[in-house]
């Protein structure tokens, strides 16, 4: 049986690995396409279509695969959402920032979080600027401890001097936040990144402690 016709099995589990497969080809056969926009905006299983969006990104023109992105980024089940974040960064010319700015703000952390990790891979291939003051305030005020800690690893990546002040907050936070925003300062120079570094050398958590040494070394 060929990948197109997995693609149009009865069982979900087949229609989403053959999605997979087709889109690690690298290029898609004749016909192959069509069927893969259909599962990615209108099949039942959300495994199926994440498995379709995936292998539109990879192999698919540019104006088609953006779209499929764009419907994903709104679906209803959050491991969709989530794979679109993931994705963001593959997609030809980069997702647009804005719409993965609002997945910040997903009800499902895993979204967030991966909202947030996305918007640090994105850099300056996008808009991601705008991302800042977004991402600032996740850092600050998300409830997850995952998606602070996906958020401070952002604004790290970014380096925006806008977003410092937020990286200093975290070095407050628990130990894993710490450690990421220790990192996170690698792109910061001042008196207080200084003071900041020089703390994270006494401080009870021994990677902490080692990342602070690392970077000051």
């Known amino acids: 049986m060929s990948d197109l016709d997995d693609l149009r ?116 291939r996008t808009r991601a600027g705008h991302a800042v003051s977004p991402l600032a305030r996740a850092c600050r005020q998300h409830p997850d401890p995952l998606v602070r800690e996906a958020a401070v690893a952002a604004l790290g990546a970014l380096g925006d001097t806008r977003g410092l002040e937020a990286v200093l907050a975290a070095c407050n936070d628990r130990p894993p936040i710490r450690r990421r925003a220790v990192l996170a300062l690698a792109p910061f120079e001042g008196r207080e990144v200084q003071a900041a570094l020089e703390r994270a050398k006494t401080d009870p958590d021994w990677q902490v402690r080692q990342a602070a040494e690392d970077l000051g070394a």
Do not use: F, H, K
């Open 9 to 124: 099995s009865a069982d979900p589990i087949a229609r989403a690995a053959a999605a997979v497969t087709v889109g690690l080809s690298g290029s898609l056969p004749r016909g192959t396409t069509a069927t893969l926009e259909t599962l990615a905006q209108l099949d039942d299983d959300p495994r199926v279509r994440a498995g379709a969006l995936g292998a539109l990104v990879r192999a698919a023109g540019n104006r088609r695969a953006r779209t499929a992105w764009r419907r994903a980024a709104v679906d209803p089940d959050p491991a969709v959402r989530r794979r679109a974040c993931e994705l963001a960064p593959a997609l030809p010319g980069g997702a647009p920032a804005a719409a993965v700015i609002a997945l910040l703000d997903d009800p499902d952390p895993g979204v967030a979080e991966a909202a947030a990790w996305a918007l640090g891979e994105l850099g300056s």
